[in-house]
């Protein structure tokens, strides 16, 4: 059974930092794309950043683009975001996904989800 599963979420003051991570299992993901997507109440989901199965290419939503770094480690069949100068804006759930075909930054270009993990920044 295929299981994405997302931590590191919390609670943080304006300015701060949290790393998320989304442990894969059931299969390996090293020839997938993985991406993080978030969504804010009353919002649509909407991407946050992207890493192709290889690591080599990185892509970001304009609005965390210098502020957050998306990684892998093929090893652990983990992606991590690193979130730093943490804004109230980015207040939302935010779900890891695995791609299959494209490192794409559409919520249908990915074939597997996790449960979300719950970012709150205070002001």
């Known amino acids: 059974q295929v299981q994405l599963v997302e931590s590191g979420g919390g609670s943080v003051q304006a300015g701060g930092s949290l790393r998320l991570a989304c442990a894969a299992s059931?299969?390996?993901?090293?020839?997938?794309?993985r991406g993080w997507f978030r969504q804010a109440p009353g919002k649509e989901r909407e991407f946050v950043a992207a890493?192709?199965?290889?690591?080599?290419?990185?892509y970001y939503a304009d609005s965390v683009k210098g502020r957050f770094t998306i990684s892998r480690d093929n090893v652990k069949n983990t992606v991590y975001l690193q979130m730093m100068s943490l804004k109230p804006e980015d207040t939302a759930v935010y779900y890891c996904?695995?791609?299959?075909?494209?490192?794409?930054?559409?919520?249908?270009?990915?074939?597997?989800w996790g449960q979300g993990t719950q970012v709150t920044v205070s002001s």
């Open positions: 996904a695995a791609s299959r075909s494209i490192t794409g930054t559409r919520t249908d270009n990915y074939n597997f």
């Open positions: 059931g299969r390996t993901f090293s020839s997938y794309a």
């Open positions: 890493i192709s199965p290889s690591g080599d290419s990185t």
